[in-house]
């Protein structure tokens, strides 16, 4: 089968080739399908094509015969970032590879690639898909994470730590996560040994590819799911993440496990939901404090722009914000005496920080003395939130609700409860 399946893939590389961006396979013609309803995700599509329900080896969850999925460009309109055509494992998706390999490409201008489903063995390089991984039920699929430092999972560092102890470390045994470097240079030796059947990254803009590691010929799921500016919209991609894997359990070998897409669904159905309670909550109540979100960073004071995913949180938190009426979706490279030009405006500065004690006012001053012109330093409205040991980014990035609450407290007040993240 092993050998079969290479073959047809083979036979895929040479019958589909295409004038891509990236210069990678493209896919064969779609078939019209089913369009999967994107409520707020604005750069994602997914096409189901076919109904896989009649093949005895389709996974439980599994209903279409092979879906596509295709990323917009976060940075340049009218383009696709990637395209992944996703055929279930088994005897019927061979069939399916064998199938789409005799069809001519479009010649669709992006990367394509092609992903056998379920992947057992991926190498996930940004910290909040492992911890969305888990709550899929999926997690048995990390086996290998860049940036170890900056991941504040427990099980993560657990796993990670039995891969240490055998073989150098360069690949996993049993239940261990291999430890793949530097996200910005992971190590591609340990990366070869490890053999993922996908890489999960987040691309950049400008990046030029990924350098050797396009050369593994390893699926790179591309996660701009960042670049969305709907917070919903972000958290909205679980359900692309949720039909890659399977959900941890003990199915027999010749079966394969239920799908994690139903779990993807149904999780983001209750972010939903909580997200749009605590949004109209808020509405309720008037307009509240002013807050800004971060702190300088050498000669420039980045700031989220009014619709990016912070702008329009803390819009739904009905709080104020001194660039609310910015329109742009990204960061704002802002210079200090930008910021401080409104400080007197900023009632609460919220900011994230890693490693060590909380800064005093004084540590705030010894880094930039400008601070003091904002209102919220003299009235000792300063809340932090420690990176290194509060799994922020890991929660927050698939829980839009959870910051959501956050930032309500802090511009209404504890009636909708106590901090989780920041501290005072």
């Not at 707020?40 to 009649?54: C, M």
């Not at 699929?141 to 990670?160: E, M």
């Not at 980045?302 to 949180?313: C, N």
Request: charged content about 25%; aromatic content about 8%.
């Amino acid at each position: 089968m092993k050998k079969l399946y290479i073959l047809l893939c083979g036979a895929t590389a040479a019958l589909l080739m295409a004038a891509c961006q990236g210069g990678k396979t493209a896919a064969a013609d779609a078939e019209a399908g089913d369009t999967l309803e994107m409520k707020y995700a604005k750069l994602l599509t997914i096409v189901k094509h076919g109904d896989g329900e009649e093949s005895s080896d389709a996974a439980e969850g599994i209903d279409y015969q092979y879906a596509e999925a295709i990323i917009a460009n976060p940075w340049k309109a009218g383009t696709m970032l990637h395209r992944y055509i996703l055929i279930p494992k088994g005897e019927e998706g061979d069939k399916t590879v064998a199938m789409l390999a005799r069809r001519r490409s479009t010649g669709a201008r992006c990367t394509t690639d092609t992903v056998r489903t379920p992947v057992e063995r991926s190498a996930v390089f940004i910290a909040p898909h492992c911890q969305l991984m888990y709550e899929m039920g999926c997690q048995q699929a990390i086996r290998g994470v860049c940036d170890l430092d900056y991941i504040n999972i427990p099980d993560v560092k657990k796993r990670a730590a039995l891969s240490r102890n055998t073989a150098a470390g360069k690949a996993s045994v049993g239940n261990s996560i291999v430890d793949c470097g530097s996200s910005m240079a992971p190590d591609i030796e340990r990366i070869i040994a490890l053999n993922p059947e996908a890489i999960l990254l987040s691309p950049f803009e400008n990046s030029g590819g990924y350098g050797k590691l396009d050369k593994l010929h390893i699926p790179i799921i591309e996660a701009a799911d960042y670049m969305e500016s709907s917070p919903l919209g972000r958290a909205e991609w679980m359900k692309f993440y949720g039909m890659l894997f399977k959900k941890d359990g003990n199915a027999p070998k010749t079966a394969l496990a239920a799908s994690c897409e139903p779990k993807a669904d149904s999780l983001f159905a209750k972010i939903e939901k909580v997200y749009l309670k605590l949004k109209a909550e808020a509405a309720g109540y008037p307009k509240g404090l002013s807050i800004l979100t971060e702190r300088k960073t050498g000669n420039v004071w980045y700031v989220p722009g009014g619709q990016s995913t912070i702008g329009i949180l803390l819009k739904d938190a009905n709080a104020r914000y001194i660039f609310e009426d910015d329109q742009h979706s990204g960061s704002l490279a802002m210079s200090p005496e930008q910021i401080l030009a409104k400080g007197k405006q900023v009632d609460v500065w919220a900011f994230k920080y890693f490693g060590g004690a909380p800064l005093s006012q004084a540590q705030l001053l010894q880094e930039y003395d400008g601070y003091k012109a904002l209102a919220a330093f003299s009235r000792g409205n300063i809340y932090q939130v420690d990176t290194s040991t509060v799994p922020y980014f890991e929660l927050t990035s698939f829980h839009p609700e959870l910051l959501l609450r956050e930032f309500i407290i802090l511009a209404h007040g504890e009636r909708f409860g106590k901090l989780r993240f920041y501290k005072k």
